[in-house]
């Protein structure tokens, strides 16, 4: 069960589906799931990570070599382009 941001910097509690957003990645050999599972349609393990709603604004959940990883953004949604290009 999720139960924290995955920011490790955060300690905001998961207490509603509506706050934050949920990330379903596939699970790597070498990874320590958040939320391990077994798609039984697709035959494949994914794990579920969750950051709160300040984090998941600059905040993304993404697999870099077999490992997951929280990490800034590139630029903000919704930014203008030059904003995102002076952050990327």
Request: hydrophobic share 20%; glycine share 8%.
């Given at each position: 069960?999720?139960?924290?941001?995955?920011?490790?910097?955060?300690?905001a509690q998961f207490r509603y589906l509506?706050?934050?957003r949920i990330f379903t990645l596939l699970a790597g050999p070498h990874s320590v799931p958040a939320d391990l599972v077994w798609d039984q349609a697709t035959?494949?393990?994914v794990e579920?990570?969750?950051l709160c709603k300040v984090c998941s604004q600059t905040m993304t959940v993404c697999r870099v070599k077999d490992?997951?990883?929280v990490r800034q953004m590139r630029g903000r949604p919704g930014a203008p382009a030059a904003e995102n290009a002076r952050t990327a």
């Open positions: 069960m999720l139960s924290k941001c995955a920011n490790p910097s955060c300690c509506g706050e934050g035959e494949t393990k579920r990570y969750w490992r997951t990883v």
